[in-house]
């Protein structure tokens, strides 16, 4: 698997994990609440430190085309013809 799709994997996952925080509060089953809280919470916090920490870089579709704003380019010295 790419770097790319392994970050989409994970984004996904932490969207999947606040759905699951949100799901006792829009179904209205709270009896549930603190399981479902922790498991959201655990789930979204595992995979954003995952994709963190296993995803290093950025994805090459990401990487800008324009060679100015790839870099910073260095101030330009004007002589003074001292």
Known sequence: MSRCTLRNIFTVLIYAGVAVF?????????????IYLVAGIGLAVLCGILRCACIEGDCPDRIPTNPAHSAVQPPHHHSTGS
């Open 22 to 34: 949100l799901y006792p509060y829009v179904t209205g089953h709270l009896s549930n609440a603190l």
